[in-house]
C-alpha cells in the first residue's frame, strides 16, 4: 500500500519559520506537493512539485513559502517562513503517481501563535 508520511508540524510564532517532510513509500510519485485545511475552510493549495522541479504556489504563500523535493529519497519539503496566524491549518501531503492515481497524507498540524 502506498503511504506519504508528513512530519515537522507544530507551533510556531508569528513571523517564524518551520519545515515540513513528507516521504513517499515508493518512488511512483510525478508531482508531490502540500495543501493545507484550516477549521470550516476547505482544503487549499499550498505548493507542488514536479519530478523535473516546476513549482506551483498557492497565492497566499507565494514568497514565504519554498517547496523542493530529493527524488532519491522520494520527499518532499515544504520550508514556510514569515509565519502568519491565517497559515494556521493541518497540512496534508499530496502526491501525484505516473498512473494519476492521487495519494495524500494523514495530516500534520501547524499553529501559528503567540
Known amino acids: 500500500q502506498v503511504q506519504l508520511v508528513e512530519s515537522g508540524g507544530g507551533l510556531v510564532q508569528p513571523g517564524g519559520s518551520l519545515e515540513l517532510s513528507c516521504v513517499g513509500s515508493?518512488?511512483?510519485?510525478?508531482?508531490m506537493g502540500w495543501y493545507r485545511q484550516a477549521p470550516g475552510k476547505e482544503r487549499e493549495l499550498v505548493a507542488t512539485i514536479t519530478s523535473s522541479d516546476y513549482t506551483n504556489y498557492g497565492d497566499s504563500v507565494k514568497g514565504r513559502f519554498t517547496i523542493s523535493r530529493d527524488n532519491g529519497k522520494n520527499t518532499v519539503y515544504l520550508h514556510m517562513n514569515s509565519l502568519k496566524p491565517e497559515d494556521t491549518a493541518v497540512y496534508y501531503c499530496?502526491?501525484?503517481?505516473?498512473?494519476?492515481?492521487?495519494?495524500w497524507g494523514q495530516g500534520t498540524q501547524v499553529t501559528v501563535s503567540s
Open positions: 515508493e518512488s511512483i510519485f510525478i508531482t
Open positions: 499530496y502526491g501525484k503517481s505516473w498512473a494519476y492515481k492521487h495519494y
